[in-house]
């Protein structure tokens, strides 16, 4: 019979939900449990896609909306490998970002932008920080990066809405407006329930 897999964990959310914050802190909670996991993070910005991707991000570059779009794609399924190893990813942002960030901008619609990642790894939960705008303004100012503004941040969350009301993906709401720890322990609940679940079933493919 073959290993058991790890569980592809995601945690999506509009800027400054606090994903990054309990990306890591589910990640040493796990490793603390004894299982085997690892963090990631999309765009990864280490790669050769990934400067290209940081580039344009942090505006020293201009590239065409449908070419920028592709190469965050490209960033997910160039790491494709490690998403179908053995252990555990908790993952800072995925296709959904991907998906609900391009929607966002005039001229393109969802369908035509989840198109590019079907068949990825699918995640064996995704869970959503939910945080009004007026609750992440609290946070602190956006910075400098393309996307961070009040307007565009709205319309990726209404896109994001819309995501989230597709069955195939096994989508967990969080209020992320609770305290640090609140959201931890909720988050890691899951993520263990999740780990249990996923060891007995195939990996998905994504949107298929
Ligand atoms: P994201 O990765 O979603 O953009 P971060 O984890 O970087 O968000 O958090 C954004 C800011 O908000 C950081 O300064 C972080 O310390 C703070 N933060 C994160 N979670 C909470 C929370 N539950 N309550 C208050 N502040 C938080
Ligand atoms: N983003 C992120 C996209 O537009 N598409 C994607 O596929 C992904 C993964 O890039 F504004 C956007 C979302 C955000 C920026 O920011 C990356 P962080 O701070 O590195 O998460």
Redesign the pocket.
């Known amino acids: 019979m073959a290993g058991k897999r790890g569980a592809l964990i995601v945690l999506e959310g509009v ?1 400054k939900a606090g994903k990054t914050t309990q990306c890591k802190k589910l990640v040493q909670a796990l490793q603390q449990s004894g299982q085997s996991v690892e963090m990631m ?3 990864d910005r280490t790669t050769i896609i990934g400067q290209l991707i940081n580039a344009y ?1 942090e505006k020293k570059s201009d590239l065409e909306d449908h070419v920028v779009h592709l190469l ?2 490209a960033n997910r399924w160039e790491m494709v490998k490690k998403l179908e190893q053995g252990t555990t990813l908790v993952v ?4 959904f ?2 998906a609900a ?2 929607s966002a901008k005039p001229g393109f619609c969802l369908d035509w932008c989840k198109k590019p990642d079907v068949g990825l790894p699918k995640p064996d939960l995704v869970m959503f920080l939910q945080l009004s705008p007026a609750q992440a303004a609290l946070r602190g100012q956006f910075g400098e ?4 503004t009040d307007d565009f941040q709205r319309t990726v969350q209404q896109k994001f809405d819309q995501l989230m009301k597709d069955p195939s993906v096994n989508w967990q709401e969080i209020d992320a407006s609770q305290s640090i720890e609140d959201v931890h322990r909720e988050i890691t609940t899951h993520s263990l329930n999740t780990i249990n679940i996923a060891q007995d079933l195939p990996l998905g493919e994504l949107w298929k």
Request: net charge negative.
């Open positions: 800027d993070r999309f765009p991000l965050f794609s800072d942002r995925y296709a970002s991907g960030f391009t990066e393309r996307y961070e």
